[in-house]
């Protein structure tokens, strides 16, 4: 099964969508992440929604876990706040600025080798610099086991 025949119409965002309605949109169809696309349609970027979650975690409670449990409740009902004003091309982390993208006719292997490398919950599918579709990693393992 070639990339092309495993990808999926899936929602993308544009660089300068607003971070919070891109959260939204995540948490409402509960996605892994999504693709961010430039305002031509090309793809610049993955987001995962871990990212995401990572971007409201403060720095210190993420070097430090212990302290989660001494922020108020109101403190943490508030947390997705630090989206407010941002945009998506705000929230992406240097390190997913590449794109894990797929060629149509890559091989399911071919997939599947880019997203273990990448550790990348899904992959755009280009024509090109088309985005086709994208496969997420429980489309993959739907295409794998499908003979098993």
């Known amino acids: 099964m ?3 025949q495993m ?3 899936y929602p993308v965002v544009n660089l300068d969508t607003d971070a919070l309605d891109a959260a939204r949109l995540l948490a409402e169809h509960r996605l892994p992440g999504i693709v961010v696309t430039n305002d031509q349609g090309i793809p610049q970027a993955v987001l995962p929604a871990s990212q995401v979650v990572r971007f409201i975690v403060p720095k210190y409670v993420q070097d430090d876990p212990s ?9 943490c009902d508030r947390s997705a ?3 407010r004003g941002k945009k998506v091309r705000d929230v992406i982390p240097e390190q ?14 071919e997939v599947a080798a880019v ?5 990348c919950p899904l992959i755009a599918v280009l024509k090109g610099d ?3 579709g994208v496969i997420t990693a429980a489309r993959l393992l739907a295409a794998a086991l499908h003979d098993q």
């Not at 302290?67 to 403190?75: R, T, Y």
């Not at 997203?115 to 550790?119: C, S």
């Open 81 to 83: 706040d630090k989206l």
């Open 96 to 109: 997913l600025s590449k794109v894990p993208a797929a060629a149509a006719d890559d091989t399911i292997i």
């Open 67 to 75: 302290l989660a449990g001494v922020l108020s409740e109101s403190m």
């Open 130 to 132: 088309e985005l086709i």
């Open 2 to 4: 070639r990339a092309a």
């Open 115 to 119: 997203m273990a490398r990448l550790r």
């Open 7 to 9: 990808a999926e119409e």
